[in-house]
């Protein structure tokens, strides 16, 4: 193979949209402006009990702000990171319950890995608490032991950098084990004495674990995986329990929360932030105020992105693209980072063929054009006569209507795409631009 | 979505790059066309690596699958939802999902079969995957090869059916030598039949084209596709690689090697130009069948073809046969002499147009408003044969008439739509035959792409004979958005949205209970009998269920 052509292949695999971001690549880590985790770590001081969630499109980077924070803060606390799509396989159908006890569990290996002492009676209380919650026809099936070992952590392998990929494997056969959880317990009362005692192991383990001074900080991530509204409604809004840990505690959570009237009932518990994502061309949506410059920046944010991950193989942006076809994939990308991931990605494979044929050894801007085409076709065959009423009102409102499935569905897989800028507003995504008149 | 070339050429060259990582190829389109889809995409894949082909099913790891295969950076090509029931396909779905994260640990290019049907449930319940994806793909009909399955072929000979009534006159039906053509290709591999001007020949032809289609349709080993060719475009085929057919849109390259393919060539004229690529397409195609016309006798041909003259109709036979001028009543006699021919549904060269055509004639009369009693009387034989099926497209352009104002209330509509023919004419072909075979004849008569998916639907909900397949159909059909015409027939047919399905056969249940509640003196006697029948059939499939389960 041409060494052009193998270029685009290692290219393909650097810009590969199933990676996210973890704790040993945080040098590819890019600030946007506004950025979530900044301000979610200042004011952390100030609220030792505080409870924050961050809300934001799929693949807008809430995990990678989560693992920026976790970083940012490890010297002055205790991160307890939670990773629960590795640790359970159904996160939507998990219970206010079986979080807090996988935070617990969560508690235990870091304890493990700080090389931290935890007494047997910890771990037993633990177990016996979270057997009292246990829906009783389920009870039988599980080992709350064994549930103890298959918890995983993210944020947790600063010590040993480079077992990224070791422990991704691991982590996934681990998973297996709390296979059980996802709706395994039974609907509790607030104030009942067994969630009293679930609540005070998963305390005593925290407070175990921080016993120099460095207070527990616990990061949730993968609530965003929840999409349906009523389970959206029951776990921030309804069931206080995740707010009642004495540790400040900080969740992904779904886009949908950004509805107003999610917004408003889980307002009252949470801090909500909006993960909006980076304003990368003007808003069609004509009572949007907006300064060029912020435009400017955010288009400079995505740029540093790519540029990062192309300056660990000693390329600059100018020996992959042509300046005109980069700034086409970022306006496309609608300020979504996996999305301008997940297009550079697409065009790599057509690059390769240019330079297998020996044409033109960068992307230039009708090779990113046909990228985005593809794209856009993808996302096109999954369109259905509601989803495109429901694209054009948003395109007409600046909102989505919240109106049904639709809605919901749209927001969820990143279809619409809410920014910030003093005030939300919602945008269809550029990919979608053109694929049925009036959108 | 895209060409052909450039489908099967983009999920190449994302396997290509993902070697030595994991890439994730999401396919979709039509359900049933999965199974052809992969293969072809294997016929593209580069040669080399190992290929795995796994079928999803409960509690089915696939990460452990490829594992456990021992294949260094395999490409997966991986079936299987588009045969699990609803419910199933969520287990399946949610299982795939619970392993995403295990797939980052792979190297294989995994190519998944996602039904068009079930994209927005996968998008649902595998976020992330979508969200993963290196490539997600569409793949048309057209986008695929004519195979020897029976899938492909089924609707390309469904597309030849009945085409002959948009191509000639119906007039022409009763003075063409079609049975002398008819009885002589039967045994025929390569033949020439040679008749003066305006003796029928082309007409001939376009209904040998009809017949052979629908035989093979009626035949489930039968692979013989006819394609009817114009002489003048024989270079342009004889020549084309790969072996492509005017209008088909896809290589025909394995039918024609597997001598599936017969193409029926029109007017020979003799051209150096024609005999040279007669010859090269029997080099070719060793297998093929080709059969032509032409006027001239002596026309040079390839070696091994015979010969045979295409006696005209005589003048007097024909007029002996077409009395009238009128197309509707010269239909209406031949159906008077021939009924007991076609009650019995014994082989009779053109019974098929002649029905088809007395459909059209029905309908036109529909549209109009009503169907003269004398003619209801005519249509009465066709009950209790096979070709009784032939009202179901009466009743569905009748419904569609409906759509267009005509009138609603007349007694023909309550005869009509009291019976429900689709789910007659599938139960006797299913009783008689098997399921395959009620997909054939469904699809054999219903003729239009639109049909042949209700039917193909309802077929499938015998087969599976459960509540999901039912609820698939109404799915299917109520919330086609682009289809009111299917529409209106699932309500025809009982299945409202709410219906508790919770058998195949509780439809014929329904379609019962519609009889039944007919009011009183509607044709008495016939309802009396569908019901008996329907009841009848309803206990069979009972009791055969039980037996199976």
Not at chain 2, 524 to 542: K, M, N
Request: charged fraction near 25%.
């Amino acid at each position: 193979m041409a060494p052009q052509a193998e270029r685009w292949k290692i290219l393909f695999q650097v810009f590969d949209p199933r990676q996210r971001l973890s704790e040993v690549q945080q040098d590819l880590y890019v600030s946007r402006p506004g950025a979530v985790a900044d301000k979610v770590r200042q004011q952390i001081p100030f609220e030792p009990t505080g409870k924050w969630i961050i809300a934001g499109s799929l693949g807008s980077g809430k995990s990678s702000e989560l693992v920026h924070l976790g970083r940012a803060l490890w010297d002055d606390y205790t991160i307890v990171a939670l990773d629960l799509p590795f640790s359970v396989a159904r996160v939507d159908r998990l219970t206010p319950t079986e979080i807090l006890f996988l935070i617990g569990a969560a508690g235990l290996h870091r304890a493990k890995a700080e090389m931290i002492s935890v007494p047997n009676k910890v771990k037993d209380a633990l177990s016996s608490a979270f057997a009292g919650v246990l829906d009783p026809t389920k009870a039988g099936h599980v080992n709350a032991s064994e549930l103890l070992q298959g918890v995983a952590l993210f944020v947790s392998n600063l010590a040993a950098p480079g077992n990224a990929a070791a422990s991704g494997a691991a982590l996934g056969a681990a998973r297996l084990a709390t296979g059980i959880l996802g709706g395994a317990t039974r609907s509790v009362r607030e104030g009942e004495l067994a969630v009293a005692d679930l609540l005070g192991a998963v305390e005593e383990i925290l407070r175990l674990i921080a016993p120099d001074g460095r207070p527990p900080l616990v990061l949730v991530d993968g609530l965003d995986k929840i999409q349906d509204r009523g389970a959206i409604r029951s776990l921030f809004g309804e069931s206080r329990l995740l707010s009642q840990l004495a540790a400040p505690s900080v969740y992904s959570g779904p886009i949908t929360l950004m509805l107003s009237a999610l917004w408003k009932t889980v307002g009252d518990v949470f801090r909500c932030e909006r993960l909006t994502n980076v304003v990368v061309r003007h808003p069609p949506a004509s009572w949007v105020e907006l300064d060029p410059q912020r435009v400017e920046e955010g288009r400079l944010a995505l740029r540093h992105v790519v540029e990062r991950r192309l300056a660990r193989f000693s390329l600059g942006v100018e020996d992959v693209f042509a300046s005109d076809a980069l700034e086409e994939i970022l306006s496309s990308s609608g300020g979504v980072l996996r999305d301008l991931v997940h297009i550079v990605n697409r065009c790599c494979p057509l690059a390769h063929d240019q330079a297998a044929g020996g044409s033109s050894t960068r992307i230039d801007r009708p090779l990113a054009r046909q990228a985005i085409e593809e794209l856009r076709k993808e996302l096109e065959i999954t369109l259905t006569g509601k989803r495109v009423a429901e694209l054009r009102y948003v395109k007409e409102n600046g909102e989505p209507s919240g109106d049904g499935e639709a809605s919901d569905d749209l927001l969820l897989n990143g279809y619409v795409l809410p920014y910030a800028n003093g005030r939300v507003w919602f945008e269809p995504h550029p990919l979608l631009s053109g694929v049925r008149p009036g959108l | 979505m895209a060409s052909e070339a450039s489908v099967f050429a983009r999920i190449r060259r994302t396997v290509e790059l993902s070697a030595g990582g994991l890439g994730l190829i999401l396919v979709t389109g039509e359900d049933d066309l999965g199974y052809e889809s992969l293969e072809e995409i294997w016929r593209h894949l580069p040669v080399g690596r190992p290929v795995l082909r796994v079928r999803l099913e409960p509690d089915f790891d696939l990460v452990d699958a490829i594992a456990k295969s021992a294949r260094p950076d395999p490409i997966v090509l991986v079936l299987g939802l588009e045969r699990a029931a609803p419910s199933d396909r969520q287990k399946l779905e949610d299982a795939v999902n619970l392993q995403r994260d295990r797939f980052s640990a792979l190297c294989a290019a995994i190519v998944l079969w996602v039904p068009k049907s079930e994209i927005l449930q996968f998008q649902r319940h595998c976020a992330d995957l979508f969200h993963w994806r290196s490539l997600f793909v569409e793949i048309n009909a057209e986008d695929l090869p004519l195979t020897a399955g029976p899938v492909s072929r089924r609707r390309f000979l469904a597309a030849q059916v009945g085409r002959w009534a948009q191509e000639m006159d119906l007039r022409l039906i009763a003075s063409t030598p079609i049975r002398q053509l008819s009885r002589w290709s039967a045994h025929t591999h390569r033949g020439y039949a040679f008749a003066p001007a305006g003796a029928g020949k082309t007409a001939a032809f376009r209904l040998l084209r009809h017949e052979m289609a629908l035989e093979s349709l009626s035949d489930l080993f039968q692979v013989v596709v006819p394609y009817f060719l114009p002489a003048s475009r024989l270079r342009e085929v004889a020549g084309s690689q790969p072996f492509r057919l005017p209008g088909t849109g896809f290589p025909v390259d394995r039918w024609a090697e597997s001598g599936n393919l017969c193409i029926l060539i029109d007017d020979l004229r003799g051209s150096q130009e024609e005999q040279d690529a007669l010859a090269l397409l029997c080099r070719r195609f060793p297998k093929m069948r080709l059969l032509a016309n032409g006027r001239e006798k002596a026309l040079a041909l390839p070696d091994g073809w015979e010969r045979m003259r295409l006696e005209p109709v005589a003048k007097g036979t024909a007029s002996s046969e077409v009395s009238v001028e009128d197309a509707e009543k010269v239909l209406l006699e031949i159906v008077d002499r021939e009924r007991a021919l076609l009650a019995s549904s014994l082989p009779m060269p053109a019974t098929e147009q002649i029905l088809e055509a007395l459909g059209e004639v029905a309908v036109a009369s529909l549209r109009k408003g009503s169907i003269p009693a004398d003619r209801l009387g005519q249509f009465g034989f066709l009950d209790g044969t096979p070709e009784f099926l032939r009202r179901t497209a009466l009743l569905v352009s009748y419904e569609e008439s409906q759509g267009s104002g005509a009138s609603k209330h007349s007694e023909q509509r309550v005869r009509f739509a009291a019976t429900p023919p689709f789910l007659l004419c599938a139960a006797k072909a299913l009783a008689a035959r098997g399921p395959r075979d009620a997909a054939r004849v469904l699809s054999a008569s219903l003729l239009h792409p639109r049909y042949w998916a209700v039917a193909s639907a309802l077929v499938d909900l015998w087969r599976r004979r459960s509540s999901w397949a039912a609820e698939e159909l109404v799915r299917a059909l109520i919330e086609d958005e682009r289809s009111p015409l299917v529409e209106r027939t699932a309500r025809l047919l009982g299945l409202g949205r709410s219906s508790r399905l919770n058998l195949g056969n509780d439809v014929l249940v329904l379609a019962r209970h519609r009889l039944e509640s007919l009011p009183g003196g509607t044709r008495d006697a016939e309802r009396v009998r569908l019901v008996a029948e329907l009841a009848t059939y309803s206990r069979e499939l009972d009791s055969r269920h039980d037996g199976h389960s």
